[in-house]
């Protein structure tokens, strides 16, 4: 495989990455469970407000983790 080879796939992974995350921040506002599932920590106290989404970052977690096996158990068939 020569060097352009390397580098064209490359790009084009670094471009499909691209585009998901575009995709991801595009429609995540829409989706009803995002940062408001049960277990994501949120404190307000006065004019101090502490917001972390345990939960909503699990279950992306989980989410990536299967994909990227799968995409991984696809390219090495």
Do not use: E, Y
Not at 22 to 35: C, Q, T
Not at 60 to 66: P, R
């Amino acid at each position: 495989m020569s060097t352009w080879d390397v580098l064209g796939r490359t790009l084009l992974l670094f471009g499909g990455i691209m585009v998901g995350l575009g995709l991801a921040f595009l429609f995540a506002p829409r989706l009803p469970f995002v940062g408001k599932l049960p277990g994501d920590i949120f404190i307000q106290k006065g004019n101090f407000s502490f917001f972390f989404p345990l939960a909503t970052c699990l279950l992306a977690s989980l989410g990536l983790t299967l994909v990227i096996n799968l995409v991984l158990w696809l390219v090495h068939r």
